[in-house]
Protein backbone atom coordinates (compact mmCIF):
# COMPACT_ATOMS: atom_id res chain seq x y z
CA UNK A 1 0.00 0.00 0.00
CA UNK A 2 1.22 3.41 -0.56
CA UNK A 3 0.71 5.93 2.18
CA UNK A 4 0.61 9.93 0.98
CA UNK A 5 -1.87 11.81 1.65
CA UNK A 6 -4.01 11.69 4.83
CA UNK A 7 -6.75 9.83 3.53
CA UNK A 8 -4.44 7.02 2.97
CA UNK A 9 -4.04 6.81 6.73
CA UNK A 10 -7.79 5.60 6.61
CA UNK A 11 -7.09 2.41 4.36
CA UNK A 12 -3.63 1.63 6.05
CA UNK A 13 -5.99 1.19 9.21
CA UNK A 14 -9.03 -0.08 7.38
CA UNK A 15 -5.93 -2.41 6.07
CA UNK A 16 -4.32 -3.60 9.19
CA UNK A 17 -7.13 -4.81 10.76
CA UNK A 18 -8.48 -6.87 8.06
CA UNK A 19 -5.44 -8.46 7.71
CA UNK A 20 -5.44 -9.08 11.50
CA UNK A 21 -8.84 -10.35 11.41
CA UNK A 22 -7.91 -13.11 8.61
CA UNK A 23 -4.05 -14.11 10.39
CA UNK A 24 -6.42 -14.83 12.85
CA UNK A 25 -5.39 -12.25 15.84
CA UNK A 26 -8.49 -11.92 18.48
CA UNK A 27 -10.60 -8.77 17.82
CA UNK A 28 -9.05 -6.61 20.87
CA UNK A 29 -5.60 -7.15 18.99
CA UNK A 30 -6.81 -6.46 15.78
CA UNK A 31 -8.09 -3.44 17.05
CA UNK A 32 -5.11 -2.27 19.33
CA UNK A 33 -3.17 -3.54 16.22
CA UNK A 34 -4.88 -0.90 13.73
CA UNK A 35 -5.09 1.87 16.12
CA UNK A 36 -0.66 1.26 16.38
CA UNK A 37 -0.48 1.41 12.59
CA UNK A 38 -2.87 4.44 12.01
CA UNK A 39 -0.53 6.22 14.71
CA UNK A 40 2.85 5.53 13.16
CA UNK A 41 1.49 5.92 9.27
CA UNK A 42 0.05 9.47 10.80
CA UNK A 43 3.64 10.22 12.09
CA UNK A 44 5.54 9.30 8.43
CA UNK A 45 2.95 11.20 6.78
CA UNK A 46 3.84 14.36 8.65
CA UNK A 47 7.87 14.28 8.90
CA UNK A 48 8.70 12.44 5.86
CA UNK A 49 5.79 12.78 3.61
CA UNK A 50 4.25 9.34 3.25
CA UNK A 51 5.88 5.56 3.29
CA UNK A 52 5.39 2.53 1.13
CA UNK A 53 3.41 -0.34 3.98
CA UNK A 54 3.74 -3.90 3.38
CA UNK A 55 2.15 -6.72 5.46
CA UNK A 56 3.95 -10.07 6.31
CA UNK A 57 3.81 -13.25 8.61
CA UNK A 58 6.44 -14.12 9.87
CA UNK A 59 7.21 -17.68 11.62
CA UNK A 60 10.50 -17.47 14.01
CA UNK A 61 12.97 -20.89 14.41
CA UNK A 62 11.30 -21.37 17.50
CA UNK A 63 7.74 -21.77 15.93
CA UNK A 64 6.06 -18.53 16.89
CA UNK A 65 4.22 -16.47 14.27
CA UNK A 66 3.87 -12.90 14.12
CA UNK A 67 2.29 -10.38 11.86
CA UNK A 68 4.82 -7.95 10.86
CA UNK A 69 4.11 -4.43 9.08
CA UNK A 70 7.27 -2.34 7.47
CA UNK A 71 6.51 1.29 6.52
CA UNK A 72 9.21 2.13 4.29
CA UNK A 73 10.16 6.24 4.09
CA UNK A 74 9.85 8.35 1.60
CA UNK A 75 12.71 10.79 2.92
CA UNK A 76 15.29 9.48 5.47
CA UNK A 77 14.08 9.88 9.09
CA UNK A 78 15.42 12.59 10.85
CA UNK A 79 18.64 11.80 12.78
CA UNK A 80 17.74 8.31 11.48
CA UNK A 81 15.59 7.76 14.45
CA UNK A 82 11.94 7.24 15.04
CA UNK A 83 9.88 7.96 18.30
CA UNK A 84 6.36 7.84 18.55
CA UNK A 85 4.46 10.92 18.93
CA UNK A 86 1.86 8.91 21.31
CA UNK A 87 4.24 6.61 23.94
CA UNK A 88 1.19 4.72 24.26
CA UNK A 89 1.86 3.31 20.85
CA UNK A 90 4.54 0.37 21.72
CA UNK A 91 2.17 -0.81 24.37
CA UNK A 92 -0.49 -1.75 21.82
CA UNK A 93 1.94 -3.93 19.74
CA UNK A 94 5.06 -6.32 21.01
CA UNK A 95 7.51 -4.64 18.62
CA UNK A 96 8.12 -1.19 17.25
CA UNK A 97 11.24 0.14 15.58
CA UNK A 98 13.44 0.38 13.31
CA UNK A 99 15.04 -2.59 11.23
CA UNK A 100 16.61 -3.31 7.66
CA UNK A 101 14.87 -4.56 4.85
CA UNK A 102 16.79 -5.22 1.48
CA UNK A 103 19.17 -2.50 2.50
CA UNK A 104 16.67 0.08 3.58
CA UNK A 105 15.77 1.63 6.99
CA UNK A 106 12.02 0.80 7.77
CA UNK A 107 9.81 1.37 10.59
CA UNK A 108 8.34 -2.46 11.12
CA UNK A 109 5.80 -3.11 13.85
CA UNK A 110 4.55 -6.51 14.57
CA UNK A 111 1.93 -8.51 17.11
CA UNK A 112 2.10 -12.33 17.90
CA UNK A 113 -0.51 -14.35 16.25
CA UNK A 114 -2.47 -16.42 18.66
CA UNK A 115 -1.41 -20.34 18.46
CA UNK A 116 -4.64 -21.31 18.30
CA UNK A 117 -4.96 -19.14 14.86
CA UNK A 118 -4.87 -21.59 11.76
CA UNK A 119 -2.13 -22.68 9.49
CA UNK A 120 -0.79 -20.54 6.97
CA UNK A 121 0.20 -22.13 4.17
CA UNK A 122 0.89 -20.89 0.73
CA UNK A 123 -2.35 -21.56 -0.58
CA UNK A 124 -4.14 -19.85 2.53
CA UNK A 125 -1.69 -16.66 2.23
CA UNK A 126 -2.52 -16.82 -1.83
CA UNK A 127 -6.21 -16.91 -1.12
CA UNK A 128 -6.20 -14.12 1.80
CA UNK A 129 -4.09 -11.84 -1.03
CA UNK A 130 -6.96 -12.28 -3.72
CA UNK A 131 -9.36 -11.81 -1.31
CA UNK A 132 -8.42 -8.50 0.28
CA UNK A 133 -7.23 -7.41 -3.05
CA UNK A 134 -10.99 -7.40 -3.98
CA UNK A 135 -12.34 -5.43 -1.26
CA UNK A 136 -12.94 -1.96 -2.15
CA UNK A 137 -11.22 0.37 0.60
CA UNK A 138 -13.99 2.07 2.97
CA UNK A 139 -14.50 5.68 2.88
CA UNK A 140 -12.68 7.93 5.60
CA UNK A 141 -16.55 8.41 6.32
CA UNK A 142 -17.19 4.52 7.18
CA UNK A 143 -13.94 3.98 8.52
CA UNK A 144 -14.38 6.74 11.20
CA UNK A 145 -17.96 5.46 12.12
CA UNK A 146 -15.91 1.70 12.45
CA UNK A 147 -13.38 3.61 14.95
CA UNK A 148 -16.16 5.26 16.74
CA UNK A 149 -18.30 1.70 17.05
CA UNK A 150 -14.61 -0.10 18.13
CA UNK A 151 -14.65 3.21 20.93
CA UNK A 152 -18.20 2.35 22.58
CA UNK A 153 -17.22 -1.30 22.84
CA UNK A 154 -14.35 -0.52 24.24
CA UNK A 155 -15.87 1.82 26.19
CA UNK A 156 -18.61 -0.97 27.24
CA UNK A 157 -15.74 -3.05 28.10
CA UNK A 158 -14.06 -1.00 30.30
CA UNK A 159 -17.59 0.18 32.17
CA UNK A 160 -18.52 -3.81 32.64
CA UNK A 161 -14.80 -4.13 34.01
CA UNK A 162 -15.69 -1.32 36.29
CA UNK A 163 -19.06 -2.11 37.75
CA UNK A 164 -16.90 -5.76 38.11
CA UNK A 165 -14.22 -3.90 40.01
CA UNK A 166 -16.73 -1.89 42.03
CA UNK A 167 -18.45 -4.94 42.91
CA UNK A 168 -14.87 -7.01 43.80
CA UNK A 169 -13.65 -3.90 46.22
CA UNK A 170 -17.01 -3.51 47.80
CA UNK A 171 -16.57 -7.79 48.41
CA UNK A 172 -13.06 -6.94 49.40
CA UNK A 173 -13.64 -4.30 52.19
CA UNK A 174 -16.32 -6.15 53.94
CA UNK A 175 -14.11 -9.07 53.93
CA UNK A 176 -11.01 -6.88 55.06
CA UNK A 177 -13.69 -5.26 58.36
CA UNK A 178 -14.48 -8.94 59.20
CA UNK A 179 -10.62 -10.22 59.16
CA UNK A 180 -10.12 -7.05 60.96
CA UNK A 181 -12.76 -7.77 63.72
CA UNK A 182 -11.43 -11.09 63.57
CA UNK A 183 -8.00 -10.37 63.85
CA UNK A 184 -9.04 -8.04 66.75
CA UNK A 185 -11.23 -10.49 68.31
CA UNK A 186 -7.79 -12.54 67.96
CA UNK A 187 -5.52 -10.42 69.56
CA UNK A 188 -7.60 -9.60 72.54
CA UNK A 189 -7.55 -13.66 73.19
CA UNK A 190 -3.58 -14.09 72.81
CA UNK A 191 -3.06 -11.16 75.41
CA UNK A 192 -5.41 -12.61 77.40
CA UNK A 193 -3.66 -16.19 77.02
CA UNK A 194 -0.32 -14.35 76.87
CA UNK A 195 -1.36 -12.33 80.18
CA UNK A 196 -2.63 -16.34 81.39
CA UNK A 197 0.71 -17.86 80.88
CA UNK A 198 2.77 -14.70 82.60
CA UNK A 199 0.74 -15.57 85.29
CA UNK A 200 1.50 -19.17 85.11
CA UNK A 201 4.92 -18.78 84.73
CA UNK A 202 5.09 -16.76 88.02
CA UNK A 203 3.44 -19.12 89.76
CA UNK A 204 5.61 -22.33 88.29
CA UNK A 205 8.52 -19.71 89.09
CA UNK A 206 7.07 -19.92 92.73
CA UNK A 207 6.19 -23.52 92.37
CA UNK A 208 9.50 -24.50 91.55
CA UNK A 209 11.70 -22.36 94.34
CA UNK A 210 9.34 -23.62 96.95
CA UNK A 211 10.21 -27.18 95.33
CA UNK A 212 13.74 -26.51 95.76
CA UNK A 213 14.00 -25.28 99.23
CA UNK A 214 11.92 -28.38 100.38
CA UNK A 215 14.17 -30.84 98.64
CA UNK A 216 16.99 -28.76 100.12
CA UNK A 217 15.18 -29.33 103.55
CA UNK A 218 14.58 -32.64 102.56
CA UNK A 219 18.41 -33.21 102.08
CA UNK A 220 19.85 -31.63 105.14
CA UNK A 221 17.31 -33.17 107.47
CA UNK A 222 17.80 -36.74 105.69
CA UNK A 223 21.91 -35.88 105.82
CA UNK A 224 21.41 -34.30 110.09
CA UNK A 225 19.27 -37.22 110.91
CA UNK A 226 21.42 -39.86 109.53
CA UNK A 227 24.42 -38.82 111.10
CA UNK A 228 22.83 -38.07 114.42
CA UNK A 229 20.90 -41.80 114.10
CA UNK A 230 23.91 -43.92 112.98
CA UNK A 231 25.78 -43.34 116.57
CA UNK A 232 23.35 -44.64 118.85
CA UNK A 233 22.67 -47.07 116.62
CA UNK A 234 26.03 -48.54 116.58
CA UNK A 235 26.31 -48.41 119.74
CA UNK A 236 22.94 -50.73 120.12
CA UNK A 237 24.44 -53.63 117.72
CA UNK A 238 28.44 -53.31 119.75
CA UNK A 239 26.33 -53.40 123.19
CA UNK A 240 24.40 -56.75 121.80
CA UNK A 241 27.79 -58.46 120.61
CA UNK A 242 29.42 -57.60 124.32
CA UNK A 243 26.19 -59.46 125.60
CA UNK A 244 26.47 -62.41 123.40
CA UNK A 245 30.26 -62.60 123.87
CA UNK A 246 31.83 -65.40 125.99
CA UNK A 247 33.62 -64.01 127.95
CA UNK A 248 30.02 -62.04 129.53
CA UNK A 249 27.85 -63.45 132.02
CA UNK A 250 25.37 -66.57 130.26
CA UNK A 251 22.38 -65.52 128.74
CA UNK A 252 19.20 -68.10 129.15
CA UNK A 253 18.00 -68.86 125.82
CA UNK A 254 14.93 -66.62 125.87
CA UNK A 255 17.29 -63.78 127.05
CA UNK A 256 20.12 -65.13 123.87
CA UNK A 257 16.81 -64.45 121.09
CA UNK A 258 15.58 -61.44 122.48
CA UNK A 259 19.24 -59.81 122.08
CA UNK A 260 19.50 -61.07 118.87
CA UNK A 261 16.56 -60.13 117.74
CA UNK A 262 17.60 -56.29 118.51
CA UNK A 263 21.06 -56.89 116.77
CA UNK A 264 19.17 -58.03 114.07
CA UNK A 265 16.33 -54.89 114.38
CA UNK A 266 19.78 -52.32 114.76
CA UNK A 267 21.40 -53.84 111.91
CA UNK A 268 18.14 -53.32 109.30
CA UNK A 269 18.17 -49.51 111.29
CA UNK A 270 21.31 -49.02 110.51
CA UNK A 271 21.14 -50.07 106.83
CA UNK A 272 17.95 -47.88 106.44
CA UNK A 273 20.32 -44.75 107.97
CA UNK A 274 23.38 -45.54 105.82
CA UNK A 275 21.03 -45.57 102.86
CA UNK A 276 19.64 -42.63 103.71
CA UNK A 277 22.85 -40.96 104.06
CA UNK A 278 23.88 -41.85 100.43
CA UNK A 279 20.67 -40.72 99.25
CA UNK A 280 21.18 -37.49 100.52
CA UNK A 281 24.81 -36.87 99.37
CA UNK A 282 23.39 -38.01 96.08
CA UNK A 283 20.96 -35.28 95.68
CA UNK A 284 23.04 -32.83 97.17
CA UNK A 285 25.30 -33.46 94.39
CA UNK A 286 28.04 -34.33 97.02
CA UNK A 287 29.31 -37.26 95.25
CA UNK A 288 32.12 -36.65 93.12
CA UNK A 289 33.20 -39.67 90.91
CA UNK A 290 36.84 -40.63 91.12
CA UNK A 291 37.49 -41.06 87.01
CA UNK A 292 39.62 -44.00 86.40
CA UNK A 293 40.22 -46.80 83.75
CA UNK A 294 37.93 -50.10 85.47
CA UNK A 295 38.80 -53.80 84.63
CA UNK A 296 35.50 -55.10 84.45
CA UNK A 297 36.79 -58.51 85.28
CA UNK A 298 38.17 -57.33 88.72
CA UNK A 299 35.23 -55.63 89.46
CA UNK A 300 33.56 -58.97 88.76
CA UNK A 301 36.13 -60.61 90.65
CA UNK A 302 35.55 -58.81 93.72
CA UNK A 303 31.42 -59.46 93.40
CA UNK A 304 31.78 -63.11 93.23
CA UNK A 305 33.81 -63.80 96.04
CA UNK A 306 31.57 -61.25 98.24
CA UNK A 307 28.80 -61.99 97.17
CA UNK A 308 28.58 -65.72 97.13
CA UNK A 309 28.25 -65.96 101.26
CA UNK A 310 24.61 -65.24 100.17
CA UNK A 311 23.37 -68.20 98.53
CA UNK A 312 25.52 -70.85 100.46
CA UNK A 313 22.04 -71.51 102.18
CA UNK A 314 19.71 -70.92 99.79
CA UNK A 315 18.26 -72.81 97.13
CA UNK A 316 19.55 -69.90 94.18
CA UNK A 317 22.82 -69.92 92.29
CA UNK A 318 25.17 -66.82 91.89
CA UNK A 319 26.53 -67.05 88.08
CA UNK A 320 28.86 -64.25 87.48
CA UNK A 321 30.12 -64.37 83.90
CA UNK A 322 33.39 -64.04 82.75
CA UNK A 323 33.49 -60.31 80.81
CA UNK A 324 35.03 -60.35 77.35
CA UNK A 325 38.72 -60.05 77.24
CA UNK A 326 39.53 -56.22 77.20
CA UNK A 327 36.05 -54.89 78.74
CA UNK A 328 37.87 -51.82 80.01
CA UNK A 329 36.03 -48.61 80.79
CA UNK A 330 36.30 -45.06 82.42
CA UNK A 331 34.61 -44.72 85.31
CA UNK A 332 34.67 -45.16 89.14
CA UNK A 333 35.28 -48.00 89.92
CA UNK A 334 33.84 -47.77 93.55
CA UNK A 335 30.57 -46.59 92.53
CA UNK A 336 30.14 -49.09 90.02
CA UNK A 337 30.90 -52.30 92.06
CA UNK A 338 28.43 -50.18 94.35
CA UNK A 339 25.68 -50.22 91.77
CA UNK A 340 26.25 -53.87 91.02
CA UNK A 341 26.24 -54.98 94.46
CA UNK A 342 23.19 -53.95 95.02
CA UNK A 343 21.91 -54.92 92.15
CA UNK A 344 22.95 -58.65 93.03
CA UNK A 345 21.93 -58.41 96.54
CA UNK A 346 18.51 -57.26 95.60
CA UNK A 347 18.13 -60.10 92.88
CA UNK A 348 19.49 -63.04 95.38
CA UNK A 349 17.24 -61.32 98.47
CA UNK A 350 13.75 -61.34 95.74
CA UNK A 351 14.92 -64.75 94.32
CA UNK A 352 13.43 -68.09 96.09
CA UNK A 353 15.20 -70.71 93.81
CA UNK A 354 16.78 -70.98 90.39
CA UNK A 355 19.66 -68.20 89.50
CA UNK A 356 20.64 -65.12 89.55
CA UNK A 357 23.30 -64.26 86.75
CA UNK A 358 25.42 -61.06 85.93
CA UNK A 359 26.81 -60.46 82.36
CA UNK A 360 28.80 -58.09 80.49
CA UNK A 361 29.14 -57.30 76.85
CA UNK A 362 30.43 -54.01 74.53
CA UNK A 363 29.00 -52.81 71.36
CA UNK A 364 29.60 -49.24 69.99
CA UNK A 365 31.81 -47.51 72.66
CA UNK A 366 29.53 -48.32 75.26
CA UNK A 367 29.36 -51.40 77.99
CA UNK A 368 26.38 -53.28 79.08
CA UNK A 369 26.06 -54.95 82.44
CA UNK A 370 23.00 -57.22 83.08
CA UNK A 371 21.73 -58.88 86.05
CA UNK A 372 19.18 -61.51 85.44
CA UNK A 373 16.63 -63.01 88.04
CA UNK A 374 14.47 -65.57 88.08
CA UNK A 375 12.34 -64.35 90.85
CA UNK A 376 9.05 -63.40 90.92
CA UNK A 377 8.78 -60.58 88.53
CA UNK A 378 7.63 -57.04 88.43
CA UNK A 379 3.89 -56.36 86.48
CA UNK A 380 5.50 -53.43 83.37
CA UNK A 381 3.51 -50.40 84.91
CA UNK A 382 5.41 -50.81 88.14
CA UNK A 383 8.74 -50.79 85.98
CA UNK A 384 9.34 -46.57 86.56
CA UNK A 385 7.72 -46.65 90.33
CA UNK A 386 10.56 -49.29 92.00
CA UNK A 387 12.81 -46.16 91.05
CA UNK A 388 10.95 -44.20 93.29
CA UNK A 389 12.53 -43.42 96.98
CA UNK A 390 10.76 -46.04 99.91
CA UNK A 391 8.55 -47.43 97.00
CA UNK A 392 8.58 -51.25 97.44
CA UNK A 393 6.50 -54.04 95.10
CA UNK A 394 3.28 -55.46 96.77
CA UNK A 395 3.99 -58.67 98.47
CA UNK A 396 7.72 -58.05 99.06
CA UNK A 397 7.80 -55.39 102.01
CA UNK A 398 8.39 -59.24 104.34
CA UNK A 399 12.02 -58.99 103.09
CA UNK A 400 12.91 -56.29 104.81
CA UNK A 401 13.52 -54.29 101.65
CA UNK A 402 13.61 -50.31 102.67
CA UNK A 403 12.82 -48.68 99.01
CA UNK A 404 15.87 -46.93 98.55
CA UNK A 405 18.10 -48.79 96.69
CA UNK A 406 17.21 -49.08 93.11
CA UNK A 407 16.72 -45.40 93.18
CA UNK A 408 20.45 -44.68 95.10
CA UNK A 409 21.53 -46.82 92.26
CA UNK A 410 20.01 -45.31 89.66
CA UNK A 411 21.54 -41.86 91.11
CA UNK A 412 24.50 -43.30 90.66
CA UNK A 413 24.56 -44.51 86.89
CA UNK A 414 23.44 -41.59 86.29
CA UNK A 415 26.11 -40.02 87.64
CA UNK A 416 28.43 -42.08 85.46
CA UNK A 417 26.86 -41.18 82.34
CA UNK A 418 24.73 -44.09 81.92
CA UNK A 419 21.41 -45.31 82.29
CA UNK A 420 19.72 -47.98 84.16
CA UNK A 421 16.70 -49.82 83.17
CA UNK A 422 14.65 -52.83 83.77
CA UNK A 423 12.88 -55.61 82.19
CA UNK A 424 10.62 -58.06 83.47
CA UNK A 425 6.98 -59.52 83.63
CA UNK A 426 5.43 -61.66 86.50
CA UNK A 427 6.25 -64.95 86.89
CA UNK A 428 9.47 -64.63 84.32
CA UNK A 429 12.00 -63.16 86.68
CA UNK A 430 13.56 -59.69 86.52
CA UNK A 431 16.38 -57.99 84.35
CA UNK A 432 18.02 -54.66 85.37
CA UNK A 433 20.63 -53.16 82.88
CA UNK A 434 23.69 -50.57 83.05
CA UNK A 435 24.58 -49.11 79.96
CA UNK A 436 27.86 -47.23 80.28
CA UNK A 437 29.95 -45.20 77.48
CA UNK A 438 33.21 -46.62 77.72
CA UNK A 439 34.61 -42.84 77.30
CA UNK A 440 33.33 -42.20 80.78
CA UNK A 441 31.40 -38.50 80.61
Known sequence: MALRVEQDIFGVRQRGREVAAAIGLEHQDQVRFATALSEVARDLLRAVDGAD????????????????VDLAPLRPLPGNRYEPQSGAVARLVDTLGLADAQGDTVVRMSR????????????RLAELRAELGASAPASALDELAAQNGQLIAALDEVRRQRDELAVLNAELEETNRGVMALYTQLSEELEETNRGVVALYAELDEKSAQLRAASE?????????????????????????????????????????QVELIRSSAADLLSLVN????????????????????????????????LRALTLRSEVELVVEEPPPGTVLRSDEVLLAQVLRNLLHNAVKFTDRGEVRMRAERTDGRVRVCVSDTGPGIPAELHERVFEEFYQVPGTSRRSGTGLGLPYARRLVTLLGGTLELASEPGRGSSFTVDLPVAGV
Open 217 to 257: SKSRFLANVSHELRAPVTAIIGLGRLLTDSASDPLTDEQAQ
Open 275 to 306: DLLDLAKAEAGRIEPEWAQVDLRAVFGQLRGT
Open 112 to 123: RVPPTAAALTPQ
Open 53 to 68: VAFSCVTEPDGRRFLS
